[in-house]
């Protein structure tokens, strides 16, 4: 299992969020998603819709890698789709050869239908043996990868008021997360003194607005240092973000994408 700092140090997101489409694009996914970022949680989501026929490309493979966090929306309707359950397969996988924490919520769903393959996704994955006559193997692994999952501890959304689920949620992924960073800090040699003289010079009682540049050749820990000040403080603010690569990311995606 890779170590926590090991996994921090080659990750591109925070979160990566699986989930179908269908069911809770537009509502619950959309939301948790607009709160993981209001609180600077790099978090990847899925934009596109696959037809059917097509196959799930190799880039959402490398995200769910290059994922600190796997966070699974298991819905009503998760298990007919193979692209979730292909997903679902990967996130499982690096979870056991990355170190990946993985997230379930059971969103309408019974916890226990979820590990046992019963009412609705027993009947999903029903009808995948009998599609897949040739192929048992793939859905033996959807049914392994569902089971192992589903014993992981996460929320079962049932009864729950969404706004308040969706905070706890997201508090608990920015505790994590938090909890990690400074583990990584501890193991860096003479950077909590530099932390705490960039945060002195944050002055963060004040209400003032202020810009603060780190000036040096590079290669010697700006962004090193920038990111460990940021991974501490921004449990303070309701909104924060965090941009690494700013000009090489404006050029390829534009600046309405990076808003």
Same mark, same amino acid.
């Given at each position: 299992?890779?170590?926590?700092?090991?996994?921090?140090?080659?990750?591109?997101?925070?979160?990566?969020?699986?989930?179908?489409?269908?069911?809770?694009?537009?509502?619950?996914?959309?939301?948790?998603?607009?709160?993981?970022?209001?609180?600077? &949680?790099?978090?990847? &989501?899925?934009?596109?819709?696959?037809?059917?026929?097509?196959? &799930?490309?190799?880039?959402?493979?490398?995200?769910?890698?290059?994922?600190?966090?796997?966070?699974?929306?298991?819905?009503? =309707?998760?298990?007919?789709?193979?692209?979730?359950?292909?997903?679902?397969?990967?996130?499982?996988?690096?979870?056991?050869?990355?170190?990946?924490?993985?997230?379930?919520?059971?969103?309408?769903?019974?916890?226990?239908?979820?590990?046992?393959?019963?009412?609705?996704?027993?009947?999903?994955?029903?009808?995948?043996?009998?599609?897949?006559?040739? =192929?048992?193997?793939?859905?033996?692994?959807?049914?392994?990868?569902?089971?192992?999952?589903? =014993?992981?501890?996460?929320?079962?959304?049932?009864?729950?008021?969404?706004?308040?689920?969706?905070?706890?949620?997201?508090?608990?992924?920015?505790?994590?997360?938090?909890?990690?960073?400074?583990?990584?800090?501890?193991?860096?040699?003479?950077?909590?003194?530099?932390?705490?003289?960039?945060?002195?010079?944050?002055?963060?009682?004040?209400?003032?607005?202020?810009?603060?540049?780190?000036?040096?050749?590079?290669?010697?820990?700006?962004?090193?240092?920038?990111?460990?000040?940021?991974?501490?403080?921004?449990?303070?603010?309701?909104?924060?973000?965090?941009?690494?690569?700013?000009?090489?990311?404006?050029?390829?995606?534009?600046?309405?994408?990076?808003?």
């Amino acid at each position: 299992m890779a170590s926590a700092a090991s996994s921090t140090c080659q990750r591109r997101y925070d979160v990566f969020l699986s989930f179908r489409g269908e069911d809770t694009r537009n509502n619950f996914t959309a939301h948790l998603y607009q709160a993981l970022c209001q609180k600077g &949680i790099n978090t990847f &989501i899925d934009d596109q819709e696959l037809e059917r026929g097509q196959g &799930i490309s190799p880039d959402l493979f490398t995200a769910i890698e290059n994922s600190l966090f796997s966070v699974v929306v298991l819905s009503q =309707n998760y298990a007919s789709s193979r692209w979730c359950l292909d997903e679902l397969v990967k996130i499982v996988e690096c979870m056991k050869s990355r170190g990946q924490r993985v997230l379930p919520i059971f969103y309408n769903v019974d916890p226990s239908d979820v590990r046992k393959q019963r009412g609705i996704f027993g009947e999903a994955l029903a009808k995948h043996d009998q599609e897949s006559l040739e =192929n048992m193997g793939r859905v033996q692994s959807w049914k392994d990868a569902l089971t192992q999952v589903a =014993n992981l501890s996460g929320w079962d959304s049932r009864n729950k008021n969404e706004p308040l689920l969706i905070k706890e949620i997201v508090t608990t992924i920015l505790n994590k997360l938090l909890s990690l960073s400074a583990g990584d800090i501890e193991n860096m040699v003479g950077l909590d003194a530099r932390i705490q003289e960039v945060e002195m010079r944050l002055c963060l009682e004040s209400n003032d607005i202020l810009m603060l540049g780190i000036w040096g050749m590079g290669g010697i820990g700006k962004t090193t240092l920038a990111k460990a000040v940021y991974s501490k403080i921004r449990s303070q603010f309701e909104m924060c973000s965090f941009f690494e690569n700013i000009g090489e990311d404006l050029a390829k995606k534009g600046l309405i994408r990076l808003q």
